[in-house]
């Protein structure tokens, strides 16, 4: 038994060409897919959506970036806050999550706000200041100095 143990074992090699190199990335950023929001919770003429992401950790809270960027319907992208004449998308982070809410600046009722896209990225620190030339406010710059591998996101149940 212990002979046929050892001629299985090594009897085995691993065959064939190494595959291709994979994407590169960074760990220490993450972009999500862009993300459709249509459920939006209205409460003291606002109009919010929660979001559970696991990539805001502690770290990232205390001493990271979070952006939010927003798609317009001509497909470009502006970073939050963005204000457009008395209306305002704005979002708040912590540990697990995130929230974006829609609000009018002068008290007057807050239109429903339909459909909106929007994209994150989540910087550690560290990254940031490896790349202190960076905007990270503008969602293209952020992805092209980093070349970012995306990640989704779930809504929060």
Known sequence: MLASGMLIFNGCTKTGPQGPQGTTGNANVKGSYPFAVSNWSFASNAYSA???DTDITSD???SGVVEVYKQYPDSSWTNLPDINGVVTTV???YQGGFVISILTSDGSTTPAPGTVTFRTVIISSSLRQAHPNTNWRNYYETMAALNSAATTIAPAE
Do not use: D, P
């Open 50 to 52: 929660t979001f559970t």
């Open 60 to 62: 990232i809270v205390s």
């Open 91 to 93: 979002y708040n982070f």
